[in-house]
């Protein structure tokens, strides 16, 4: 089983559609969770930062995040085709553990936002 | 400048060359990482360095060598690589070592031919 998953895509939405994006994690003592987006060519660059169960709202961005399911997910409302990038979700493990910092990649998932 | 720089942000090397990737980052962190990133790959963590101390290295081969001389500097040095090392290499730093948040550079793109 993958550490982080994420259906990779592509995700196609129309322009001003709510894009819904997925992640699911494998180790229960996760602490920290955040989104970047990365446009191809570019490095990722942080989005959103969630740290307990919930929703956390940003602008047009949504993070939300079930511990007991094990799943983080990111909302883009009213999508622009500048939102088309690559969402790469990322997870840090149990702290108790010996990969303490160590941040986790999914594959990411290509988000294309068609005018 | 701001934030994690990288140079070279291009890079195309022989299999017997050696060369030198250099992150910068005028952050104030205490933290730094080297990351590959293949193509239809996750991101890989290779080597964290917290207050200039190597605290990870995630069975990375031998001939990468990082380096990191002061919490602002990290270096990695290349050697004998082969052609499945091409890849992008971002740096990234973080204030601490632990659940913080990661910024990242641009990254070098290095073709191994």
């Known amino acids: 089983q993958k550490e982080v998953e994420q259906n990779s895509g592509p995700l196609s939405v129309p322009e001003g559609a709510i894009a819904s994006l997925n992640c699911t994690y494998s180790?229960?003592?996760?602490?920290?969770f955040f989104w970047y987006r990365q446009y191809s060519g570019k490095s990722p660059e942080l989005i959103m930062s969630?740290?307990?169960?919930g929703d956390k709202e940003d602008g047009r961005f949504t993070a939300q995040l079930n511990k007991a399911s094990q799943y983080v997910s990111l909302l883009i409302r009213d999508s622009q085709p500048s939102d088309s990038a690559t969402y790469l979700c990322a997870v840090t493990p149990n702290p108790g553990g010996t990969s303490y910092g160590k941040l986790t990649f999914g594959q990411g998932t290509i988000l294309t936002v068609h005018p | 400048e701001t934030g994690v720089t990288q140079t070279p942000r291009h890079l195309v090397m022989g299999m017997t060359n050696k060369k030198s990737l250099k992150c910068e980052q005028h952050l104030g962190h205490n933290a730094m990482y080297w990351y590959k990133q293949s193509a239809k790959k996750p991101l890989e963590l290779m080597f964290v360095?917290?207050?200039?101390?190597?605290?990870e290295n995630n069975s990375v081969p031998s001939r990468f060598s990082p380096e990191c001389p002061n919490s602002s500097h990290l270096f990695l040095h290349l050697h004998t690589l082969q052609p499945e090392d091409s890849a992008l290499y971002l740096c990234a730093s973080s204030q601490d070592r632990g659940p913080e948040t990661q910024y990242f550079g641009p990254g070098t793109r290095l073709l191994v031919l």
């Open positions: 180790d229960r003592g996760s602490q920290s």
């Open positions: 360095y917290n207050f200039k101390e190597q605290t």
């Open positions: 969630i740290y307990s169960n």
